[in-house]
């Protein structure tokens, strides 16, 4: 059984027969989201357990109980007809509290007796129908399950969640394959010793409380902050949190949509793209008061118009944005790689846990690394440091690094003078690293990156992964062997040395030159970069004055 499986056993106050229940229902979800639903706060998670269970039909004490509904399940319609009209785009900043205070088109299905036993003018009870099926019974929790006791941040977590986040997360659930977002939700962990746990220098967290992403899991469609302080608190995070405005995250989209919540206030925000930094977040609802029968039930219609904004501002992502403030994790030799796209600033975290296998792995010193960061600063073609440069704590590297840029994969050389602009940039940074005795040594197609292309400015490429380089002319660990490397070739009697870097950087970019290089000189200079490193004369300084 997975590792949320003895999570749940030990969440407090779910009785045998709602663990029972959660588990069946946990394990139709994927491994993430099920490890989500019972992570954190221990009494937070029951109650999201309490209201999954409750959304399902079970009975959860504390989060409302509804009976089970007997007959044809409707839901996939009902959605269909929500989401209608669908938006061409998305609106305007200026028309988006319109959008979003008018109610939606068709009727809202929802649970008969919740519908019964909500307080609803007139005006508003003509929004809703009484109905059956999974997505009537996600509507009544969201418009009538009790909400917790209490004015603490957990208690706010669990209201939003039963309000908003849920309805969402079924609402598209409920939907066709071709219509539906394929919504993915994460929240922050709080785990002081997760990388995703970002500081303020204040101490405080600079991660999205939550956020939701598409189908891929890279664009960032939406995110939250929740508090038990003030709204204004609530909003402060949003603003300090997406600080950071790129392209490389959010394409040509004109603003973020969000919302925030304090206690039992709920209010949707936007915010939007100015000159490279975010705006303040700006009001796109009223505030509602969730224990207010009528608001609340404005804040349910206004949930699935936040629902349809999703769907509009998700065609308008590129499909190669990187994934804002998400954690891309890799296993290499008995270490893990971590990186963070950071949305505070526009910059990623890495992290390398522990740092002793991997040193033993690629025989590069902490100390040496520091070095080359520094010395390398004010050099282009390369990643750098920000602040202090590399941290290691205990046995956990960590660095900043900028600047941001597309990966190879999106960034193709499409004529001789993208690939020209490419290996400009590279050997510009292997020169940086050569001219402090080192070498790259794992010079490959994944290893590179550029800067987006402006009107004004060109792309301009840059070598990631500065902690695979080490001392040149040496022997490097048995264990360490890139991909890519040339048997009898790569390495010069046995040390891998500055002639080996060219080498492995011409083969890297032939496949994508190649192609696109048609002068006489041209070709000629990639023969000079894939010329033998035993034979090689050059150094990357001299190919650049080719």
Not at 60 to 65: L, M
Not at 311 to 337: E, I, K, N, S, W
Not at 422 to 427: A, K, M, R, V, Y
């Amino acid at each position: 059984m997975a590792d949320w499986s003895t999570t749940l056993d030990g969440l407090p106050g779910l009785t045998a027969a709602q663990k029972g229940n959660a588990r069946l229902i946990l394990m139709e979800k994927s491994e993430k989201e099920a490890s989500l639903l019972v992570s954190g706060d221990p009494d937070v998670a029951a109650e999201a357990i309490k209201a999954v269970i409750c959304n399902r039909g079970g009975t959860a004490a504390g989060a409302g109980s509804l009976p089970a509904a007997a007959g044809t399940d409707n839901s996939e319609e009902y959605a269909k007809q929500l989401v209608q009209p669908a938006l061409g785009s998305p609106p305007q900043l200026g028309d988006l509290q319109r959008f979003l205070t008018e109610p939606p088109a068709a009727q809202i299905p929802i649970i008969a007796n919740a519908l019964d036993a909500a307080i609803l003018t007139p005006a508003r009870r003509l929004h809703f129908v009484a109905a059956l099926g999974q997505l009537a019974r996600a509507v009544a929790v969201s418009m009538t399950a009790p909400l917790p006791p209490g004015d603490s941040e957990a208690c706010t977590v669990i209201t939003e969640h039963l309000v908003v986040v849920s309805l969402l997360l079924e609402l598209d659930k409920a939907l066709p394959t071709d219509l539906c977002i394929g919504l993915v939700m994460e929240r922050d962990q709080l785990d002081s010793t997760a990388l995703m746990t970002v500081k303020s220098r204040g101490g405080s967290s600079l991660r999205p409380d939550g956020v939701l992403r598409g189908n891929s899991g890279r664009r960032l469609l939406a995110k939250w902050e929740d508090t038990a302080s003030s709204m204004e608190q609530a909003v402060e995070d949003l603003r300090k949190k997406t600080a950071a405005w790129t392209q490389l995250y959010y394409g040509n989209i004109e603003y973020l949509p969000c919302f925030a919540a304090a206690g039992t206030q709920l209010q949707f925000y936007a915010i939007s793209r100015a000159s490279g930094m975010a705006a303040a977040p700006r009001a796109i609802s009223p505030r509602y008061d969730l224990t207010r029968a009528g608001d609340r039930a404005d804040a349910v219609m206004a949930t699935i118009k936040f629902y349809m904004l999703l769907r509009a501002q998700q065609a308008r992502y590129p499909a190669d944005v990187l994934p804002a403030g998400a954690v891309m994790r890799a296993h290499g030799h008995d270490f893990t790689r971590e990186l963070l796209f950071r949305t505070d600033v526009l910059a990623v975290r890495k992290r390398l846990s522990p740092w002793s296998a991997f040193a033993s792995w690629c025989g590069m010193s902490f100390t040496r690394l520091q070095e080359l960061y520094r010395a390398t600063a004010e050099r282009q073609g390369l990643v750098h440091a920000l602040e202090d440069g590399p941290t290691l704590n205990g046995d956990v590297y960590s660095v900043d690094i900028v600047p941001v840029g597309l990966p190879s994969s999106n960034a193709l050389p499409a004529s001789e003078d993208d690939a020209r602009r490419l290996l400009h940039g590279l050997l510009h940074g292997l020169a940086a690293i050569h001219k402090e005795g080192c070498v790259h040594r794992d010079l490959r197609w994944d290893n590179f990156a550029c800067s987006p292309s402006s009107p004004s400015s060109p792309s301009r490429w840059f070598l990631l992964d500065l902690e695979t380089c080490a001392a040149a002319d040496q022997r490097p660990p048995p264990a360490f062997e890139p991909a890519g490397w040339q048997p009898r070739t790569t390495l010069v009697n046995g040390r891998y040395t500055r002639a080996s870097d060219l080498f492995q950087l011409g083969r890297a970019v032939q496949p994508h030159c190649e192609q696109v290089v048609d002068s006489a000189a041209g070709k000629a200079f990639l023969e000079a970069i894939l010329t033998p490193p035993a034979m090689q004369e050059r150094s990357a300084e001299q190919l650049l004055d080719h």
